[in-house]
């Protein structure tokens, strides 16, 4: 896809090249009128509408724990585009032995962010191996997390959508503390029971822990980086570095914002509902 294939080579070029030289290069394209786009890539559930034949490329921005891994991977299956999570290449590269991923545990280990050559490094080879295989969209969490990350990808191709998930920030600590993975299936748990009381005539929101099934029970593990201290430095940074990012997007009218109204029965439908697609019939029930 010529989108993909133009941000690859930007990308990589970019991370050659000094950043600010690369950020002067690709320069925000014109501000479309206020208001959010209608999500009309969405609007076919596969989201093959476009003429050109590319799919979906959309962008989740959220804090830490608010569950933008869940719901990029839920939509990336639906409308059949890859789920790229750039915290998931910097934990790929930091389990390769060796000084770079001694380097990087360092960074991430104490909740910063790893430098912008880096992560388009990371990301750049990502878009090439999906180039490869055919692939012709993408879904991109935790990616652009800085204004100049921003900078970058707009200037290299087109993003159709950020979807900004927002969720009660004093139950993003507890979502980060109870992540659980299977160290075996590799799947996603939660033993974090959350429940708090509405507020400002808002419901109350309570969350189930998520529990594994008893063959993965042994095998949990979690990630170093979801310690208290590591994860309130991590909702700091976001808040410092990437919330700028939500202005950058809504300032381009790309931004939907959508406030969960709890876990994944309440949230999954209404979120399908905000970007007009159809799931399929099991789904409602799946997500139940
Ligand atoms: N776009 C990025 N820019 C810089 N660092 C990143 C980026 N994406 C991921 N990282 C690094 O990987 C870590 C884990 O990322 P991620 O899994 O997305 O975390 P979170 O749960 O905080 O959203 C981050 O704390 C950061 O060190």
């Not at 990371?122 to 878009?127: A, K, V």
């Not at 707009?154 to 160290?183: H, P, W, Y």
Request: glycine share 10%.
């Amino acid at each position: 896809m010529a989108g993909i294939s133009r941000a690859i080579r930007a990308c990589a070029a970019a991370s050659r090249r000094s950043l600010a030289a690369a950020s002067a290069a690709a320069l925000p394209k014109e501000a479309p009128a206020a208001g959010v786009r209608a999500p009309a890539a969405a609007t076919g559930r596969k989201g093959r509408d476009r003429e050109d034949g590319r799919r979906v490329q959309w962008v989740f921005l959220g804090c830490p724990g608010v569950g933008k891994g869940t719901y990029a991977s839920r939509l990336s299956q639906l409308l059949d585009v890859p789920h790229i999570a750039t915290g998931d290449l910097v934990r790929d590269a930091l389990a390769a032995p060796g000084p770079f991923s001694k380097q990087l545990t360092e960074i991430v280990n104490h909740g910063k962010l790893v430098s912008d050559e880096i992560i388009i490094n990371l990301l750049s080879r990502r878009l090439v191996e999906g180039e490869e295989k055919g692939e012709l969209g993408f879904i991109l969490d935790g990616f652009p997390r800085t204004i100049r990350q921003a900078e970058i990808l707009e200037g290299v191709t087109d993003i159709d959508l950020v979807i900004n998930l927002k969720f009660r920030e004093q139950a993003l600590l507890a979502k980060c503390l109870g992540r659980r993975m299977c160290s075996q299936c590799g799947g996603n748990f939660n033993v974090a029971s959350i429940d708090i009381e509405g507020e400002d005539g808002g419901p109350r929101i309570y969350m189930p822990p998520l529990l594994p099934p008893p063959q993965c029970e042994s095998k949990l593990i979690t990630r170093a980086d979801d310690t208290e201290e590591v994860v309130k430095e991590r909702l700091r940074v976001y808040h410092d570095l990437t919330e700028p990012v939500e202005e950058f997007y809504r300032a381009r009218g790309k931004l939907l914002e959508f406030n969960l109204p709890g876990g994944i029965p309440e949230s999954w439908p209404k979120l399908l509902e905000a970007l007009n697609i159809e799931g399929p019939d099991n789904e409602r029930s799946a997500a139940a």
